[in-house]
């Protein structure tokens, strides 16, 4: 069955520096997503993306975040200039349609942890 | 501000006894409400939906009972089995392109 892939599984940077998260969708999925997860804390929403543009971001997703798909399979985050509250989970998800019942389709995730 | 409310953060059951998981949500415009599991290390992955328009929906071991007026839907899964194991998620979103809200999660632990 067809998956989402994410890269690097754990990434550990020092505050300040530049992150990029990658992400392979399932090939024929349209909606991109990223979500991230603090430890012991609910899964939230940071940013849609469809038709090479940003859907919906929440309130987490502000200037320092970014999402870019520079080819036809990769999706990208980047965090432009980490900071420790940054440390997190992060997955990226995929579906096939904008319809309810389309669900989305989840990554293994990024373990993000920012020194 | 939870709108989707999992105030069970575990529940233990025994092996092939039923286990009811539990979600509350606020905003009554959802509706398509999603039930996700999560293994250690994995993402979470897609377990079963509902839209508004129905009160349950089977598929195998596992139904979704949705009660619109009280806000409230439930997954049962029977019977339980150890590698039921895992964090079980709620979530919610008002349309299909609207972001899935997700609530904090229930520890399932079934004991064999």
């Known amino acids: 069955e067809p998956e989402v892939t994410q890269t690097p599984s754990h990434q550990v940077t020092q505050m300040g520096q530049e992150v990029i998260l990658r992400c392979v969708p399932i090939s024929n999925h349209l909606y991109f997503y990223w979500y991230r997860q603090i430890l012991g804390q609910k899964v939230e929403f940071l940013v849609s993306?469809?038709?090479?543009?940003?859907?919906?971001k929440s309130e987490i997703f502000d200037d320092q975040f970014s999402v870019e798909r520079p080819d036809g399979s990769n999706f990208t985050l980047k965090i432009r200039s980490t900071k420790l509250e940054d440390s997190a989970m992060y997955f990226c998800a995929s579906r096939l349609s904008g319809a309810g019942n389309s669900p989305l389709h989840f990554g293994n995730g990024t373990r993000l942890t920012v020194t | 501000d939870q709108q989707v409310k999992q105030n069970s953060p575990s529940l233990s059951v025994q092996e092939g006894r039923i286990s009811i998981l539990n979600c509350d949500y606020t905003n009554s415009m959802f509706d398509y409400f999603l039930w996700y599991k999560k293994y250690p290390a994995e993402g979470p992955t897609f377990l079963i939906s509902i839209s508004s328009i129905k009160d349950k929906n089977e598929d195998g071991r596992f139904t979704v009972f949705l009660n619109k007026s009280a806000k409230h839907l439930s997954l049962h899964i029977v019977p339980s089995q150890p590698g039921d194991s895992a964090v079980y998620f709620c979530a919610a979103t008002p349309s299909g392109n609207t972001p899935l809200v997700f609530g904090k999660g229930t520890r399932l632990s079934v004991i064999a």
């Open positions: 993306f469809y038709n090479n543009e940003i859907s919906e």
